[in-house]
């Protein structure tokens, strides 16, 4: 099951993989990784993969024990398994949090309080992404880090449209950098509590813009 390595992607085949089996469609499967295969080559109305019919003559589906061979050895496998390299940015930045969170590393500036659970509610929305968006939010990841060493400033924000299926959440990246002339304003500590100040007013500003949304989470460097 390492195919499946988002808890949203996951539990996803979990449930249409239990809809699957209840229809009474499912005459046979020759393993798990055959069973995956099947469902990672057919798109349902939504977009989504899930076991749909695929022109098959009769009811009864029988999953043969080479459909995860074929599946390995095929050309757009292999490209979506190139395509997905850049999402594993994302799962970086969840693995550094959650061990900032997890060791007591994380700092917390002046005149707020740490809060693990709230800290910790944070991570998961970032964990809930599946593997396909996280392409698109490691591309964003990565370019907003490439211009921001470039710039005293950057601000970038990763959502979804209104229409799309998820939509609710949305994910902005600032880059703030510590400037020598800072040193005479407050230093690193009134740095930190400006930065936090900032963020905040862009959370409100993004959630302001885009009523759809319900929840706004950040990233700062």
């Known amino acids: ?24 469609r499912l005459s046979q499967a020759h393993g798990e990784e055959n069973l995956l295969a099947y469902y990672a080559v057919r798109i349902n109305d939504e977009g989504g993969h899930d076991f749909v019919p695929d022109g098959e003559k009769h ?7 080479s459909l995860y061979a074929n599946l390995c050895s095929d050309s757009r496998y292999v490209a979506k398994k190139q395509a997905d390299q850049i999402s594993y940015l994302w799962d970086r930045l969840i693995e550094a949090f959650t061990t900032h969170l997890i060791d007591g590393t ?19 929305y970032m964990a809930l992404e599946p593997r396909f968006a996280r392409r698109s939010h490691g591309e964003a990841v990565k370019g907003a880090l490439e211009i921001g060493m470039t710039k005293n400033r950057f601000f970038r924000t990763i959502m979804s449209p209104a229409d799309a299926r998820e939509n609710a959440t949305a994910f902005f990246i600032h880059s703030f950098k510590y400037l020598n002339w800072m ?3 407050g230093g690193y500590k009134k ?18 813009s885009y009523p759809h949304l319900t929840t706004v989470r950040l990233k700062v460097e």
């Open 1 to 24: 099951m390492e195919e499946l390595d988002t808890i949203r992607d996951f539990t996803d085949y979990l449930d249409k993989k239990e809809v699957f089996v209840r229809s009474g």
């Open 59 to 65: 009811d009864q589906v029988e999953i043969n024990r």
């Open 106 to 124: 994380s700092i917390t500036p002046d005149g707020y309080e740490f809060d693990l659970k709230k800290s910790e509610f944070g991570v998961r």
């Open 183 to 185: 040193e005479q304003k």
């Open 191 to 208: 740095y930190r509590i400006k930065r936090a100040e900032c963020t905040q007013v862009y959370a409100r500003g993004i959630l302001e």
